[in-house]
């Protein structure tokens, strides 16, 4: 069974810090790009950050860059998003998805062949 889980999710004040981390198994891990979208009330499921299946290339949305830094660990299986600067707008549903086959753009929902449940994490002002 392919399986994806979010944790870290939770409750922080405007300028604070969360770690999201994605534990995958049921996949060959380390031959998949890893990709974090997020879906806030009333809005589209939007692209966040997304890395290369070696780590060496990082994808970020305009509204996160500076901010949120995207990482992996292939030994343990796991995608990380480290969430710096938080802004009450960045409360949405989180999830995780992995490409299990060559693409060349990162960016869409249909680039991405399993995902998580997700994980909520939101901004108070």
């Known amino acids: 069974q392919v399986q994806l889980v979010e944790s870290g999710g939770g409750l922080v004040q405007a300028g604070g810090s969360l770690r999201l981390s994605c534990a995958a198994s049921g996949i060959t891990f380390s031959r998949c790009a890893m990709g974090w979208f997020r879906q806030a009330p009333g809005k589209e499921r939007e692209f966040v950050a997304g890395?290369?299946?070696?780590?060496?290339?990082?994808y970020y949305a305009d509204s996160v860059k500076g901010r949120f830094t995207i990482s992996r660990d292939n030994a343990k299986n796991t995608a990380v998003l480290q969430m710096n600067s938080l802004k009450p707008e960045d409360t949405a549903i989180f999830y995780c998805a992995a490409q299990t086959r060559p693409r060349i753009r990162v960016r869409s929902e249909d680039d991405y062949d399993y995902w998580g449940q997700g994980t909520q994490v939101t901004v108070s002002s």
């Open positions: 890395i290369s299946w070696n780590g060496g290339i990082t």
